[in-house]
């Protein structure tokens, strides 16, 4: 989770604690002026149970809520027998909305629908418990009916949300992680073929001189070796079901890119190594769709920036990219939402073994930075059949 979402969710919480300290005291004074100060106290002590539990639901969420819904129980059970105001009050009823709403939305079928039939138990018992001639006892009950509506109601809509989210999200990974086998399967092939052509030619040297077979050979063995290895990699990315955002056509040089996004974007500064580099293909690839993905970002998400550097860096242990804009803070950027691009560039990476951050910088801007390994996991050992170049 991210500093945002963590943000978020204190913002949240902290504002749901406002707004049932309101409703407390709402219903305090409510019955302070018709039945008496003192017939709230138990019932408002249930309240703040309650509300309290709802507040840190997330720890616990199913027992938060068999707890409030108990709570609420014996409130109304109170209520009854010493002849206090109706329960659930509008505080706890509110609070018990949360609870069932929440615990509908992200627990599993069966305890979701458990505690969503809880909650239902909980409005019948306030009607049967409410008495006719109590005041506003009616009216309670129908308000209670309404919450667990209401919760129940937004609960699903909300489920139905995130599971739409989370299979679009497998598809596109699937998608991602696809195009990615097809890619090794290439590098799979030049080395298959390579192995054909040497054990040919190692046929020609037995015949006319035997003594160099060795060196064919040799070629041969380690051609073997690498095609093994990639198609291992191939086989890993097949097995693995979890998978992030549609994939693309085959990489293009850096420069191009770059070149294309100035004539729409603000003005990108390219570093890339003065040398040439040889990288392994998936790793070439996966430099360009990370440069790609963040610089449709900066022009979706950050269209006042400046301008934006994009700096390809190599050292012994790998590749690292890194993409910054100097776009100053404002709403498109304060709380970013993690879309279905960033989920694919993540996958990306983190299958081919490296580690991808995004961020807001310290002074203005947003930040991508991508390590990818060229002499581990999947990228051990390979060739590379292109490289980026410098925008000419």
């Given at each position: 989770?991210?500093?945002?979402?963590?943000?978020f969710?204190?913002?949240?919480t902290?504002?749901?604690a406002?707004?049932?300290?309101?409703?407390?005291?709402?219903?305090?004074?409510?019955?302070?002026?018709?039945?008496?100060?003192?017939?709230?106290?138990?019932?408002?002590?249930?309240?703040?149970?309650v509300?309290?539990?709802?507040?840190?639901r997330?720890?616990?969420?199913?027992?938060?809520?068999?707890?409030?819904?108990?709570?609420?129980?014996?409130?109304?059970a109170?209520?009854?027998?010493?002849?206090?105001?109706?329960?659930?009050?509008?505080?706890?009823?509110?609070?018990?909305?949360?609870?069932?709403g929440?615990?509908v939305?992200?627990?599993?079928a069966?305890?979701?629908?458990?505690?969503a039939?809880?909650?239902?138990?909980?409005?019948?018992g306030?009607?049967?418990?409410?008495r006719?001639?109590?005041?506003?006892?009616?009216?309670?009950v129908?308000?209670?009916?309404?919450?667990?509506?209401?919760?129940?109601g937004?609960?699903?809509?909300?489920?139905?949300l995130?599971d739409?989210?989370?299979?679009?999200?497998?598809?596109?990974r699937?998608?991602?992680r696809?195009?990615?086998a097809?890619?090794?399967?290439?590098?799979?092939?030049?080395?298959i073929?390579?192995?054909?052509?040497?054990?040919?030619?190692?046929?020609?040297?037995?015949?006319?001189?035997?003594?160099?077979?060795?060196?064919?050979?040799?070629?041969?063995?380690?051609?073997?070796?690498?095609?093994?290895?990639?198609?291992?990699?191939?086989?890993?990315?097949?097995?693995?079901?979890?998978?992030?955002?549609?994939?693309?056509?085959g990489?293009?040089?850096l420069?191009?890119?770059?070149e294309?996004?100035?004539?729409?974007?603000?003005?990108?500064?390219?570093?890339v190594?003065?040398?040439?580099?040889?990288?392994?293909?998936?790793?070439?690839?996966?430099?360009?769709?990370?440069?790609?993905?963040?610089?449709?970002?900066?022009?979706?998400?950050?269209?006042?920036?400046?301008?934006?550097?994009?700096t390809?860096?190599?050292?012994?242990?790998?590749?690292?990219?890194?993409?910054?804009d100097?776009?100053?803070?404002?709403?498109?950027?304060a709380?970013?939402?993690?879309?279905?691009?960033?989920?694919g560039?993540r996958?990306?990476v983190?299958?081919?073994?490296?580690?991808?951050h995004?961020?807001?910088r310290?002074?203005?801007?947003?930040?991508?930075?991508?390590?990818?390994?060229?002499?581990?996991?999947?990228?051990?050992?390979?060739?590379a059949?292109?490289?980026p170049?410098?925008?000419?």
């Amino acid at each position: 989770m991210s500093i945002w979402d963590r943000l978020f969710g204190v913002a949240a919480t902290a504002g749901l604690a406002v707004v049932f300290l309101a409703a407390i005291g709402i219903e305090a004074v409510a019955i302070a002026q018709t039945w008496g100060a003192r017939y709230w106290l138990a019932g408002g002590a249930a309240a703040v149970v309650v509300c309290v539990l709802t507040l840190v639901r997330r720890r616990q969420r199913a027992w938060a809520a068999v707890a409030g819904l108990g709570t609420a129980g014996l409130a109304i059970a109170a209520a009854r027998v010493f002849h206090l105001p109706t329960e659930p009050g509008p505080a706890m009823a509110l609070a018990l909305a949360v609870l069932v709403g929440s615990a509908v939305r992200a627990l599993p079928a069966v305890p979701a629908g458990a505690l969503a039939a809880g909650g239902l138990a909980v409005v019948g018992g306030a009607y049967l418990a409410a008495r006719p001639q109590s005041s506003g006892a009616s009216g309670v009950v129908a308000m209670n009916a309404a919450a667990w509506l209401g919760a129940v109601g937004v609960g699903l809509a909300l489920r139905l949300l995130d599971d739409r989210a989370a299979a679009t999200a497998e598809k596109v990974r699937r998608d991602e992680r696809l195009e990615l086998a097809r890619e090794l399967h290439d590098v799979v092939a030049h080395h298959i073929t390579g192995m054909l052509i040497q054990a040919q030619a190692a046929h020609v040297v037995a015949r006319k001189n035997p003594g160099q077979v060795a060196g064919s050979l040799t070629g041969i063995e380690a051609a073997g070796t690498e095609a093994l290895r990639a198609m291992r990699g191939v086989v890993g990315l097949l097995r693995d079901v979890e998978d992030a955002p549609p994939a693309s056509a085959g990489p293009e040089q850096l420069g191009v890119l770059v070149e294309r996004f100035n004539r729409q974007g603000p003005p990108v500064r390219l570093r890339v190594p003065d040398e040439s580099a040889a990288w392994p293909p998936e790793v070439t690839s996966t430099v360009y769709r990370i440069v790609r993905e963040a610089l449709t970002n900066v022009a979706r998400h950050a269209p006042h920036a400046h301008g934006v550097t994009v700096t390809v860096d190599q050292n012994p242990a790998g590749v690292t990219v890194e993409v910054v804009d100097d776009a100053p803070p404002g709403p498109a950027r304060a709380f970013p939402r993690g879309g279905y691009g960033l989920i694919g560039m993540r996958e990306r990476v983190e299958t081919l073994g490296g580690t991808l951050h995004t961020g807001p910088r310290p002074d203005a801007g947003w930040s991508v930075l991508a390590t990818l390994p060229i002499h581990d996991g999947l990228s051990r050992g390979r060739s590379a059949s292109c490289s980026p170049t410098t925008r000419r």
